[in-house]
């Protein structure tokens, strides 16, 4: 007997194993979406959570859909009775650190929502010339937008011993992040770091712990350097005030404490500042959110099954006042 697909199986009919949409129902329920409003998806990647937003859309609504990575605009959905494309679909080949630039370029000032799910894409772990998943040996490249210049590479090539310290300790919570940093340069002088295959060999010695949990910290520093995470997460966070209207709602979806954390604290205090002062004027700072998950959301036991790499997601949801 077939089994029948729930909306958190959303399918994407041109690339089935894409990427699977997280907390799909949570985050499409948080955003309280109107028919006819303006919405933005972040990320758009496979395209499942843009799909599930379409279908809360009428003609009029409108979704702008970004992504840097130039496989994702394969997975645009067809349009209504036949047509090639969604008309109400605008997809933006650019990161959403410039979400409010493409925006205006596009006569749009405010909208009614906005998600982003900060996760790399199933696609791109499991294309092994990408270079993100430890299951593969590729070329050390991690670039989510390949129009970039540097790469994973590069960096374990050119970084000084103490940067590389501080991107283990800081991006990837490496517990002996300054030993890897030290081994990484006496291993780079003798032979060049190009391949995973060559970077397991050359830190083999000082791994410690479960080999394939640490790599997947020292991965994960590697792929926030590389592509400036948290950076682009607080240019992001930054613009939101201005770009959505009052009543509007905003959802993110972290993947790791690092940036969970910076959405935490900017829906509890609005501003990425930890000490907020008055203007010159004496005004006093005002958050201009309303927390609607005082916790985040993780997923239910059901998603957990159907999708492992869903184990280790947070949604937060705002609202603009």
């Known amino acids: 007997m077939k089994k029948e697909k729930t909306d958190n199986q959303i399918p994407n009919s041109k690339f089935p194993d894409y990427h699977t949409p997280v907390l799909l129902n949570e985050c499409i329920e948080g955003l309280n979406i109107k028919q006819d409003a303006v919405y933005v998806d972040c990320t758009f990647g496979g395209g499942g959570h843009s799909r599930a937003?379409?279908?809360?859309?009428?003609?009029?609504?409108?979704?702008?859909?970004?992504?840097?990575?130039?496989?994702?605009?394969?997975?645009?959905?067809?349009?209504?009775a036949g047509l090639p494309e969604d008309y109400r679909v605008v997809f933006i080949p650019q990161n959403f650190r410039h979400?409010?630039?493409?925006?205006?370029l596009h006569k749009v000032t405010a909208v009614d929502g906005i998600l982003a799910d900060l996760g790399v894409s199933s696609h791109q772990f499991?294309?092994?010339?990408?270079?993100?998943?430890?299951?593969?040996?590729?070329?050390?490249?991690?670039?989510?937008?390949?129009?970039?210049?540097?790469?994973?590479?590069?960096?374990?090539?050119?970084?000084?011993?103490?940067?590389l310290h501080k991107m283990f300790e800081q991006y990837g919570e490496v517990t002996n992040a300054k030993t890897l940093a030290k081994?990484?340069?006496?291993?780079?002088?003798?032979?060049?770091?190009?391949?995973?295959?060559?970077?397991?060999?050359?830190?083999?010695s000082i791994v410690k712990g479960n080999p394939q949990k640490y790599f997947a910290q020292v991965f994960q520093a590697l792929r926030i350097q590389v592509n400036e995470e948290l950076d682009v997460l607080k240019e992001l966070l930054q613009q939101i005030p201005a770009v959505l209207k009052p009543g509007g709602r905003v959802a993110i979806i972290t993947f790791h404490s690092l940036e969970d954390r910076i959405v935490k604290n900017f829906f509890?205090?609005?501003?990425?500042?930890?000490?907020?002062?008055?203007?010159?004027?004496?005004?006093?700072?005002?958050?201009?959110?309303?927390?609607?998950?005082?916790?985040?959301?993780?997923?239910?036991?059901?998603e957990l099954k159907q999708n492992p790499r869903s184990r280790s997601a947070k949604l937060r949801i705002a609202e603009k006042k």
Do not use: C, W
Not at 185 to 203: C, D, G, N
């Open 126 to 163: 499991d294309e092994a010339e990408r270079g993100f998943s430890i299951r593969f040996d590729a070329a050390l490249d991690m670039r989510m937008d390949q129009r970039q210049l540097l790469t994973a590479a590069d960096v374990l090539k050119n970084f000084t011993e103490l940067q």
């Open 53 to 80: 937003i379409l279908k809360k859309l009428n003609a009029n609504g409108k979704l702008f859909v970004f992504d840097q990575d130039e496989d994702a605009i394969k997975n645009l959905p067809a349009g209504q």
């Open 183 to 204: 081994t990484i340069v006496a291993q780079r002088s003798l032979a060049p770091i190009r391949t995973i295959a060559e970077f397991k060999t050359a830190v083999q």
């Open 99 to 104: 979400l409010q630039r493409f925006l205006r």
């Open 268 to 302: 509890r205090n609005g501003t990425l500042d930890s000490t907020v002062v008055d203007d010159v004027y004496g005004h006093r700072f005002e958050n201009p959110f309303k927390v609607i998950t005082k916790k985040p959301v993780t997923a239910a036991e059901m």
